[in-house]
């Protein structure tokens, strides 16, 4: 046959091709290997004189190219055909995940917003700290066996300048040191609360972590007293919770306050768990007390006209009461099971 005519009847051939299946077969019908009608063509060049070779040589491997390039356009449309056969339109939608903030962060910011709605600035503080602002300025004297309450997580450094004992670097124990901080800084009357990260060296169950977040409270001026602490506390407490949480005050100590007392919450059904875990249906969420004279004297200001209270409260405590969760563990632990419930 003719290129010509080869030409004109796979024209003819490829249109009426209308699955991969009929595709292949014109395919072998002018390619196949064997039996190709061009292949038989492109085989017997060289049997042919040099002129009819010259003349049909590059007519037949036009054509091929010509073949080749149609048949893999043709497999491409159904293909595409095929795949669109496949896809079900009436699947929803795959959901692109997007983050969320942490639960800790969500909680932080409400308590954050229930403070500033009592007036409280927010500042922030770092978290390493010295041993200074961490213990002796809060009446936590080297040798004092409170510092036992406080496993710390010392930091080593290497001697350049000999340094003074109370300069030693070590990752806060509690967010109380801003305390310091900011007084040493501003003038009362003001409020505060210190939102931060905390760290402690000790052994872990399921209310304790290693590492956890506490929010320091502090409202200094004259006249400020323990009822105003009850006040704004058990405000605070039923913002966050609702009205009808319990709430206990419980005397305590630390050397930063006097007197010094704890706030405990009640844990309701839905935490049987911690519960029995704790021995307890009270949780304790913060300590707290009337800031201790020797705390003002250590920032220079006049005990005699100066009062005021702190409390350091703990976030991961405040969490797993509002959420009803069994283990502080799991606040940091990357499950994402977890996170993504909330
Ligand atoms: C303190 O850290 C004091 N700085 C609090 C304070 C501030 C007292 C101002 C007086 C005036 P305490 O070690 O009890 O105290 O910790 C305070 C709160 O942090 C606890 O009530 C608890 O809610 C939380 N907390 C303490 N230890 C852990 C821990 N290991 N894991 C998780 N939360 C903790």
Do not use: C
Not at 36 to 44: A, E, P
Not at 143 to 162: E, S
């Amino acid at each position: 046959m003719k290129v010509d005519a080869l030409k004109k009847s796979f024209t003819k051939d490829i249109k009426g091709a209308q699955d991969v299946k009929s595709l292949e077969a014109v395919r072998i019908k002018y390619l196949g290997r064997k039996d190709g009608q061009l292949t038989k063509i492109l085989k017997s060049l060289k049997n042919l004189s040099v002129v009819q070779r010259r003349k049909i040589g590059p007519e037949a491997n036009a054509l091929r190219q010509e073949i080749e390039k149609a048949l893999n356009e043709r497999l491409g449309i159904f293909v595409v055909k095929q795949q669109h056969l496949d896809i079900d339109v009436t699947l929803p939608g795959k959901k692109i995940p997007i983050g969320h903030l942490h639960i800790l962060t969500q909680l932080e910011n409400e308590v954050r917003d229930i403070f500033s709605r009592l007036n409280f600035s927010v500042v922030e503080g770092p978290e390493v700290e010295t041993e200074y602002y961490n213990f002796d300025a809060l009446n936590i004297q080297s040798g004092h066996p409170a510092r036992d309450m406080w496993d710390t997580f010392w930091l080593n450094q290497p001697v350049v300048v000999p340094t003074t004992d109370n300069d030693k670097k070590l990752l806060r124990t509690h967010t109380s040191p801003m305390q310091i901080r900011f007084m040493e800084k501003h003038k009362p009357p003001f409020q505060i609360i210190v939102p931060g990260r905390v760290f402690r060296y000790e052994a872990t169950d399921a209310s304790h972590e290693i590492n956890f977040h506490q929010i320091e409270g502090l409202m200094v001026g004259n006249g400020v007293n323990l009822a105003n602490f009850k006040y704004v506390i058990e405000t605070f407490l039923r913002q966050l919770f609702g009205a009808d949480i319990e709430i206990r005050f419980r005397p305590s100590y630390f050397p930063f306050v006097e007197p010094g007392l704890e706030v405990d919450i009640k844990l309701s059904s839905g935490q049987e768990k911690l519960i029995a875990s704790r021995k307890s249906e009270w949780l304790e969420v913060m300590g707290a007390g009337m800031v201790h004279p020797n705390v003002f004297r250590a920032v220079s200001y006049d005990t005699n006209k100066i009062q005021g209270f702190a409390f350091g409260v703990g976030l991961e405590r405040l969490a797993m009461i509002k959420y009803k969760i069994d283990d502080i563990r799991l606040f940091h632990s990357g499950d994402l099971r977890f996170i993504n419930q909330f």
